[in-house]
């Protein structure tokens, strides 16, 4: 099977290389072969996955991660598309962010939202695409974005200041932490001196936009 489904751990997670050949029905029985004699090392664990070597469709993806949970207990909290310009700053952000977030406390959404399109969750959220303008999150929790985010943000929508927010590319319209708003024009001076992922946090009455990566 290992010339099939191979798997290795990393920081983050696990990485799963695929067999590009083969037909996916014959790729399947490998990857129920492999996760079932693997299945009591990964049991209760939380982690990120990253699939390589060969290129899924959406259905194809879902079906594999249906099929991994249903033999094993592992808690996938998000799979991670392998780009080489941008590895180390998922490998950072789930690190940094994603380890801290148990699944009782938050939700996942993977996708872009697009204009008019509003989200909200009554607990962090992590989304796994863009936050396009005119497009709204709204969360009592944190919001963690692995993507880029042009639209409006609420974290801590039910007043709580020591939330946060963190996106790759951080360009909003408009942001709030708890009750404190970010003034539009301070964010945007903020962020022309700041490269790679940001994250926003309340310090006294105003928002401030700092590296998330020192």
Do not use: W
């Not at 996955?49 to 996938?76: A, G, P």
């Not at 939330?163 to 932490?177: D, E, F, G, W």
């Amino acid at each position: 099977m290992d010339k099939l489904v191979r798997i290795k751990s990393c920081r983050y997670g696990i990485e799963v290389h695929l067999n590009p050949e083969v037909p996916f029905d014959v790729l399947l029985e490998g990857i129920a072969s492999k996760f079932s004699d693997s299945a009591r090392f990964f049991e209760g664990s939380k982690m990120a996955v990253t699939f390589l070597d060969r290129k899924l469709s959406s259905e194809q993806e879902k079906e594999i991660l249906e099929l991994i949970t249903e033999i094993t207990e592992i808690d996938i909290v998000c799979v991670i598309d392998c780009d080489e310009d941008n590895e180390m700053t998922y490998k950072s952000i789930v690190e940094n962010t994603l380890t801290n977030i148990q699944k009782k406390d938050g939700q996942f959404y993977r996708g872009t939202l697009r204009k008019r399109q509003v989200l909200e969750s009554d607990a962090s959220i992590i989304i796994l695409g863009d936050v396009e303008q005119g497009a709204r999150v709204i969360a009592k929790g944190n919001v963690v974005i692995v993507g880029s985010l042009y639209g409006s943000v609420h974290a801590g929508a039910a007043g709580n200041k020591e939330a946060y927010i963190v996106s790759l590319t951080m360009q909003p319209k408009r942001l709030r932490i708890g009750d404190i708003d970010g003034k539009r024009q301070i964010i945007y001076q903020e962020n022309t001196g700041i490269k790679g992922p940001k994250i926003a946090v309340v310090d006294g009455s105003r928002i401030y936009v700092d590296p998330l990566i020192d």
